[in-house]
């Protein structure tokens, strides 16, 4: 209907367009209070993965040395003395590398200082740890600067005139004696996300100009003796590399949590309980972890992650291959398509079906991703593909929904469709009409049926077959209005148009058979599009019959419609069934044939007695004017008067004649005729009609 607005009509494409630059722009940009959801929704990866036990395992020769409850119970409260941290610090010196997530940044006794620095020196393996501040009121002094720049990358590429590195102004570092000392050093700083979790490790920050590396990185420049390949430029990091370990275009890597963190008693380790044998060529992160002392890290696996455990899974990563891979490309190749399912899926008809396999859809998206992460470490934000897969659905079914309710109008107003103008005009003019009751009338009552419909039916599915009866009826519809007749009723795929009424139309017989002359003209494009399309093609039946009926609106108080009853409507009816008995389109009645004014060429077809009647009925069968069927209907006409007359010989002759040289249907029916009479002659008195046993 012209008033139903054009974009209503393809809503579904404009909303998957829609949709799929949403979708784009919003993963582009990734907002951060979208994000929060996001992360948070990611994060269940971590949990069904340890459900299922197929988390990895993490380096076998690394542990974490603990401040933990049992050795402060030991030792006392947290900080040590300097000296028990140093011997305890010397028990360590025959694993490979020792790096610190803790800082001495203050003086205590001089000679305790002094002890530790001694006996990290004598180690010869420990990477001491500081950290940066964003804020402080201590600048960071020359003496300082002078011993963080033996620690700092020392070799990098600047690809562009500024990096995108995060510059830190402050540092809290080792005192001088103990800053000396190391092997080297590194910052234990980590950031959080934008909901305060804590999944990602930096690979470098920046601190009074110098490129600094955190301790997991700079334990395993020393644990394997490689240095780094980094390459800089105005987004961060452009490359990083260690060995085989390789980053590129990314200023952090997501780390990838373990379910076994290995941790040793700090007391243990300063007792002896521990050998030193034990730590030999391993790594060791010492931390604090002891309750109210250390740095509590919400993490995806848990809200109270050590700070420390975090060095130890970076470290382990980069070590084993676990790094988490991630790439934008692989996102949009499971957001874009997900929308085009969610799209294709709108268009199933059945809407339980739809939102089930909608749901389908959305945990294979989980599903999708979930698998990815466990058996390839590959990470897919499969919030960005089920956000907006989720607002498509919900937009497009509430479109529909708003569609339907439009298209409950447009019925409402598409009444209009099935009668002529003049009753619709007769209808609004008039209200009052609409009352139960008839009247008797002249009318022509036109059916049509559409051949071999049922066994169509069995071969196409029932929206493929709706579709194709819609757009064999509204064209077939347009003849019977365009012609001024009314369309009366649908009787599943057959149809039935009554001329001269609701206003009077003085030619109706005319208007009848021009119509069904007209529709097999119709039947033939269809047919043609039906045919490049790879539809069957099919046929129609139309009868036509002209009489005195009872014409009103029939039914009850609460539902009625406008209709003909009466024998004239059963004959036009039964009229309608011959064409398939006489193998022809078309069959109109003597009641019709003798009341036309146009010319039309017509031959007559058979005296009939139809089922409930006595009286028989000439029938004629309207046809093309065209040179092929003017001989037609000579020659069978001719014939016809030889096969009412008895002489079925000569008459048997000339209809297989006709029905072999133009394919003739009646032709052939009388030619089967002729040969029953001729071995079984009918009886002398007998006038030609032709009895129907059936409908």
């Known amino acids: 209907m012209k008033f139903i607005p054009s974009f209503l009509k393809n809503y579904k494409f404009g909303l998957l367009a829609g949709f799929l630059i949403f979708a784009t722009v919003l993963f582009h940009f990734q907002p951060s209070f979208i994000d929060k959801f996001a992360l948070g929704i990611e994060d269940g990866k971590f949990h069904f993965r340890s459900l299922i036990g197929k988390t990895p395992k993490p380096y076998q020769d690394m542990v974490i040395v603990t401040v933990d409850e049992y050795s402060v119970n030991k030792l006392g409260r947290w900080p040590w003395r300097r000296d028990v941290i140093g011997d305890m610090f010397f028990n360590l010196r025959n694993a490979g590398i020792v790096t610190l997530d803790i800082v001495f940044s203050e003086h205590t006794e001089p000679e305790r200082d002094d002890y530790l620095a001694e006996k990290i020196l004598d180690s010869d393996n420990i990477i001491l740890g500081f950290f940066m501040r964003d804020n402080a009121t201590q600048e960071t002094t020359e003496d300082t600067i002078d011993a963080l720049e033996d620690c700092a990358y020392l070799s990098f590429k600047m690809l562009d005139n500024t990096t995108g590195v995060k510059e830190f102004p402050f540092a809290e570092v080792n005192i001088d004696e103990i800053a000396h000392s190391g092997l080297t050093c590194a910052y234990f700083n980590t950031e959080a996300d934008v909901d305060g979790l804590y999944r990602r490790y930096p690979i470098t920050y920046i601190h009074k100009g110098y490129l600094f590396s955190p301790l997991g990185i700079q334990a395993l420049r020393y644990y394997l003796n490689q240095d780094v390949e980094l390459e800089l430029d105005k987004n961060g990091v452009r490359k990083f590399a260690l060995g085989n370990i390789v980053f590129n275009k990314q200023s952090y890597f997501k780390l990838n949590f373990y379910d076994d963190v290995k941790y040793i008693s700090a007391y243990d380790v300063y007792s002896g309980a521990v050998a030193p044998e034990f730590f030999e060529n391993k790594i060791v992160v010492v931390g ?27 470290i382990s990563n980069l070590l084993e291959g676990h790094l988490i891979k991630w790439n934008k490309a692989w996102d949009y190749m499971l957001i874009i398509p997900v929308l085009l399912i969610i799209a294709a899926l709108s268009l199933i008809g059945k809407q339980y079906l739809r939102w089930l396999l909608y749901i389908f859809a959305l945990m294979a998206v989980v599903c999708v991703s979930y698998v990815f992460f466990i058996y390839g470490n590959i990470w897919l934000r499969e919030f960005y593909a089920l956000f907006p897969a989720v607002l498509m659905i919900v937009g497009t079914e509430a479109a529909a929904f708003f569609k339907t309710e439009i298209h409950a109008l447009e019925v409402k107003k598409a009444f209009g469709s099935y009668v002529s103008p003049e009753l619709v005009e007769e209808i609004l003019n008039n209200p009052d009409g609409l009352e139960l009751g008839g009247q008797e009338r002249d009318l022509t009552i036109l059916f049509s049926d559409i051949r071999g419909f049922t066994t169509l039916s069995e071969s196409l599915t029932p929206t493929a077959l709706v579709s194709m009866l819609n757009r064999l009826l509204d064209p077939m519809t ?25 206003v009077d139309v003085p030619d109706h017989p005319d208007k009848a058979v021009k119509s069904a002359l007209e529709l097999l003209e119709t039947l033939k494009a269809v047919n043609a599009e039906f045919a490049k399309e790879g539809i069957p093609v099919v046929d129609i039946g139309v009868g036509v019959n002209t009489g005195t009926v009872v014409v009103g609106n029939m039914g009850s108080k609460v539902r009625f419609e406008y209709t003909a009853i009466g024998d004239s409507v059963n004959l036009a009816s039964r009229l309608e069934g011959l064409c398939k008995q006489y193998k022809t389109r078309i069959v109109i009645s003597e009641f019709t044939m003798n009341r036309l004014t146009i010319p039309v060429l017509c031959r007559l077809l058979d005296k009939v007695r139809v089922k409930g009647k006595h009286k028989p009925v000439e029938i004629f069968e309207p046809m093309t004017d065209t040179p092929e069927n003017r001989e037609i209907k000579e020659l069978f006409e001719k014939a016809l008067d030889k096969y009412f007359n008895m002489n079925f010989n000569e008459a048997l002759a000339v209809f297989r004649d006709l029905a072999e040289k133009f394919s003739d249907g009646p032709s052939g029916i009388f030619a089967e005729r002729c040969a029953d009479f001729l071995e079984n002659p009918p009886e002398e008195d007998w006038d030609g009609v032709y009895t129907l046993k059936s409908k």
């Open 478 to 502: 347009n003849v019977i209005l365009k012609n001024r007749g009314m369309l009366d009723k649908y009787i599943g795929d057959a149809m039935m148009a009554v001329f001269n009424t609701p």
């Open 288 to 314: 604090v972890t002891e309750t109210g002392v250390y740095d509590m890290r919400p993490t995806p696996i848990s809200p109270i992650t050590p700070g420390v455990s975090l060095h130890y899974t970076a």
